[in-house]
């Protein structure tokens, strides 16, 4: 009877570890899903973990956090095409309303990230931009 009982306590903690396992390494987060706060500290800890050193393509930044809160684009007399693409970082007054003060922006130069955070928003409103 013991033999038994300890058998079907060792097959669930199987089981157990087992669905653990699988979801740690195969399921994949999606942002469009969660609750405003797990997004935020979802998309706070991708941005934290960007680095200049390994170029990040900006597909890779919308598969990852999905579709940004705020974008603006604009084309430089180069043609250049600068985007910058806000994501909800820290909630500041709880309106239901996404602000620029509330997320932080990404700035791509033809589809690779160049600059984030404050200074980004800046940069991107000093660049002159051609009108068609």
Known sequence: ????????????????????????????????????????????????????????????????????????VKKKQDNTILQIVFYRTQLVKPDGITTEDECTGLLFENGVLKLWGPGARVTFDKVSYQSD
């Open 1 to 72: 009877m013991i033999r038994k009982i300890l058998q079907y306590i060792f097959l669930g903690l199987a089981v157990y570890v087992t669905v653990v396992f699988l979801v740690i390494n195969y399921y994949k987060d999606d942002p469009q899903a969660m609750i405003w706060q797990d997004r935020e500290a979802f998309n706070n800890r991708f941005i934290r973990n960007l680095s200049l050193e390994k170029p990040t393509e900006l597909d890779t930044v919308l598969d990852t956090l999905g579709s940004p809160d705020l974008t603006y």
